[in-house]
């Protein structure tokens, strides 16, 4: 409860008190005044004696009771209104505190509006999520940016990722849309779909390029891959809205829940379910794993043999893509 609520609840009721102590006071004293007006009209007798004394004995209480309220004021507020102000304010708690674990439960701790670059203080709090954390899971179309957020910290993690199917054209065809809708009616969709294609092959690589900072990479490729963005961390999950129906944007609104939120409960419980899909292709990459056995887990996942210079082709792919996504967005390399 605010200092200036609790100080005009205080002041008011004490305000009540004393103007009911003042109106009994001023009650008195017109009654004595009277009585001692109407003994003075009377002769001297038993009548005139009566009311001198009911005069002089109002005049006594109210100058005693007055006396008297003034000694015990402050113990009669110690022993009323603190208890009462004291409830109000526990009161007060157990409210806040409700509403309180109802937010962390259904909404989200930040917000990061649409953008058209990399927003720094998003990723500067996104990297903190990552450090802390132990499992990184990442849902989404290619891979690229948990890879380089990968090589940008210095830790070690548990990866699973879920990234769309490049052997499915309809896996790709929501990102296609988003895209088309931003660039406009103009757009090219056959060279954008080409495009996307090469993203999620450059994606895998970088994948494979981080494994060090990892003791496992699970990659799942799925045919329906939802079209937000989600990543996962011990304490928080991001969702990135390409579902969002406003102006598309390269970078679009973001949503950061705690671990206590039910979002962060039903995407666990999602990504579970993306995992378990029977008919998806996976590729799994660890420490040890050699560039022949990435080749041949990358040709089956994507129906193209992987040379090795179909290999340096995206490698280097990836990293200008590393260096110009890090420098906008102020990570560290």
């Known amino acids: 409860m605010p ?53 002089t004995g109002t005049m006594v209480s109210a100058v005693v009771g007055f006396g008297q309220t003034l000694i015990t004021a402050r113990a009669t507020r110690e022993a ?34 649409a953008s058209v670059e990399p927003d720094p203080a998003f990723n500067a709090l996104m990297m903190e999520d990552l450090r802390r954390a132990k499992q990184y899971w990442f849902r989404g179309f290619s891979g690229r940016y948990a890879a380089v957020r990968l090589l940008a910290a210095r830790s070690e993690w548990e990866v699973r990722a879920v990234v769309a199917d490049p052997r499915e054209r309809s896996a790709i065809s929501g990102r296609a849309r988003y895209i088309a ?105 660890t420490p040890d794993t050699g560039r022949a056995e990435f080749a041949a887990q990358f040709a089956r996942v994507t129906g193209t043999a992987l040379t090795d210079d179909g290999f340096g082709e995206l490698e280097a792919a990836f990293h200008g893509f590393r260096r110009d996504f890090s420098a906008k967005a102020e990570l560290e390399s």
Request: proline share 4%; aromatic share 8%.
């Open 181 to 285: 809708r931003r660039e406009g009616a103009d757009t090219d969709l056959d060279k954008i779909r080409d495009e996307l294609h090469e993203e999620i092959r450059i994606g895998l690589v970088g994948l494979f390029l981080a494994r060090s900072r990892c003791t496992r990479i699970d990659v799942t490729v799925v045919a329906d891959p939802p079209l937000d963005r989600v990543e996962m961390f011990d304490d928080s999950v991001w969702i990135t809205l390409y579902s969002d129906p406003a102006a598309p944007s390269p970078y679009p609104r973001t949503l950061r829940f705690a671990e206590s939120s039910f979002i962060h409960g039903m995407e666990r419980a999602d990504f579970g379910r993306l995992h378990a899909t029977r008919d998806a292709r996976r590729l799994v990459i």
């Open 80 to 113: 009323m209104l603190n208890p009462l102000i004291e409830e109000s304010r526990k009161a007060l708690r157990e409210l806040s505190e409700e509403y309180r674990s109802l937010n962390q439960e259904f909404f989200p701790t930040h917000v990061f509006e």
């Open 3 to 55: 200092a200036d609520a609790t100080g005009l609840r205080t002041h008011r009721i004490h305000e009540i008190f004393w103007t009911r102590t003042t109106l009994l006071l001023t009650t008195l004293l017109v009654v004595s005044g009277l009585a001692f007006w109407a003994s003075s009209s009377l002769d001297t007798g038993t009548g005139r004696s009566l009311l001198t004394a009911v005069a």
